[in-house]
């Protein structure tokens, strides 16, 4: 398999995809470390190389203080380059979290620190975690999501504050009602112990599971290093990289939707917003591949920015009445810093936060199945947009599932069904009604008459077609009751089907499992 749009998750319980498989990984190390050495970008006058020998110094640096704060020096791991990864901090399920395990198994293997970006610069999806509760007797399985907070707002992690704390607390009772009699113990009471117990100090949810999942971390003997994107955005390096993208935006606008097109031309997308939209443009502004958080205000905006006349740059965001931050024409970095101290918040979108990881700081990149896919597309702009040839990432994932029902419905059973209630329909010679009598018997002779009528012309064939036409109308007229109730059947089976599928689904959190279950798969990327 060479292209990682070709990835899909394993089938299999247990299953693990780590692409593009574990003895190539050394070379696609060796591969990426040549190439980005012997680039000659240059960003801000300075060669690229060396803006990543000062992202690594600081994110490092940085990673290490944050990290100082629930764990101590001696504990937190060494190398020499970066393994990087990321995700939200929202209740994902393992097969996401089987990523901060081969990274850390892998920087031990290759010498590399191991590096996960909190992506709290997202928004959360809901506040709710999702419980299958299995039907007993003939009752349709079906998906309970119990919340933890009213959160209705737009804003990203890093401002998500806890806003029903007695809400949050009755979760694990709640939830205890719905698993008390599974087989296996699900971690949520200890995680969410854990959790509880975090938010005494920070009332932030994202913070709070976080940590939590971190303390299971360490618990199997695993210690990465971790920064949120909010920390990271402080960097200098992390302003050089914005303050290039927006003095080169208009060239990034192009080059990016080039990039989108030919992304969906090549795997026959039609969806606008497949990988992701197209950045827009029109009266002179460009908008870029970041967001502008503004003082008081929850929700994040589209970032664009617009060259003036004078040679001066200005930030804004989409309307009449949007924010406007002129950039000066001296020293943009440091007005660039002025605006943070002002209270506004520039923060990367995905794909500027994977351009940024790629060719800033990692050595090698972890990516999930998804953002595998996508990364076709920061290929193309870091050849395009950069000039570089496009370091190799990794993709990791697994499959897990709770497995609560002791019978399974097969989606062969599904169209065997689905099959015979069709075959009652249109082949009703092969299916006898309850009681067989004189008339069936007289349309059984009649359809045997009828299909050896001549089709010499046109003539003969239609009416042989109106004679048996009217022969099956008579059929299924006797037949009715037996094909209602295998129409009835299949749809039956069909639905327990379904909701079979939603309970044995891949994407549950990982709170739901038992620890056993999760060190299981797990296990060959735990130290020794």
């Excluded at 208009?250 to 917003?273: I, Q």
């Excluded at 520039?346 to 794909?351: L, V």
């Excluded at 209630?421 to 010679?429: A, K, T």
């Amino acid at each position: 398999m060479n292209s990682a749009h070709d990835l899909k998750a394993p089938f299999q319980q247990g299953g693990v995809l780590l692409w593009p498989g574990e003895l190539a990984i050394g070379n696609s190390l060796q591969a990426n470390r040549l190439s980005l050495e012997e680039c000659k970008t240059e960003i801000l006058g300075t060669p690229l190389s060396e803006w990543r020998m000062l992202a690594i110094q600081e994110v490092t640096q940085l990673a290490r203080s944050f990290m100082r704060l629930e764990t101590d020096a001696g504990s937190l791991p060494t190398g020499n380059g970066l393994i990087v990864g990321g995700h939200q901090p929202e209740l994902f399920h393992p097969g996401v979290w089987i990523k901060n395990f081969v990274m850390n198994y892998l920087g031990r293997k290759l010498g590399l620190l191991p590096l996960n970006l909190v992506v709290d610069n997202d928004v959360p999806k809901s506040a709710t975690l999702g419980i299958p509760k299995p039907a007993q007797y003939d009752a349709l399985h079906s998906l309970v999501k119990l919340p933890f907070d009213h959160h209705t707002s737009e804003a990203p992690y890093e401002d998500w504050v806890l806003h029903d704390r007695e809400l949050f607390h009755e979760l694990p009772h709640l939830a205890k009602k719905l698993v008390g009699e599974w087989k296996e113990h699900p971690m949520l009471f200890e995680f969410w112990n854990e959790a509880e117990k975090n938010l005494e100090e920070d009332a932030r949810p994202g913070v709070a599971f976080a940590k939590s999942r971190r303390f299971f971390e360490r618990k199997w003997g695993v210690t990465n290093l971790e920064l949120p994107i909010s920390i990271l955005c402080e960097s200098e390096a992390f302003q050089v990289f914005v303050l290039h993208m927006l003095q080169n935006a208009e060239s990034f606008l192009k080059k990016h939707n080039e990039a989108v097109l030919g992304y969906r031309h090549r795997h026959g997308l039609r969806s606008k917003n497949h990988p992701f939209a197209e950045l827009a443009s029109g009266k002179g502004w460009m908008e870029t591949p970041f967001w502008l958080m503004v003082p008081d205000s929850p929700r994040r905006q589209r970032l664009g920015v617009k060259l003036e006349a004078d040679g001066e740059l200005r930030l804004g965001t989409p309307g009449p009445g949007g924010i406007r931050l002129p950039l000066g024409k001296t020293d943009p970095l440091d007005a660039l810093r002025s605006i943070s101290e002002k209270g506004f918040r520039i923060r990367p979108r995905a794909i500027a936060t994977t351009l940024f990881a790629r060719l800033f700081l990692a050595d090698l990149f972890l990516h999930g199945i998804g953002g595998g896919k996508y990364d076709e597309v920061t290929d193309q702009l870091c050849q395009s947009f950069f000039g570089v040839t496009p370091p190799e990432y990794l993709v990791a994932s697994a499959t897990l599932r709770l497995e609560l029902l002791q019978s399974h419905i097969s989606i062969d059973e599904v169209r065997q069904a689905h099959h015979l209630w069709r075959d009652s329909l249109w082949n009703p010679q092969r299916h006898f009604p309850a009681e067989a009598n004189v008339a069936w018997n007289e349309l059984i002779r009649q359809k045997t008459e009828l299909l050896a009528l001549p089709q010499n012309n046109r003539t003969e064939r239609k009416l042989r077609y109106q004679k048996l036409r009217s022969n099956l109308e008579a059929m299924q007229t006797l037949l009715e009751s037996s094909t209602i109730n295998l129409q009835e059947q299949a749809r039956k089976i069909r639905l327990q089907y379904e909701a079979e599928q939603l309970i044995q689904g891949r994407e549950f959190s990982f709170v739901l499992f038992s620890e056993n279950s999760l060190k299981h798969l797990f296990e060959p990327y735990l130290p020794a």
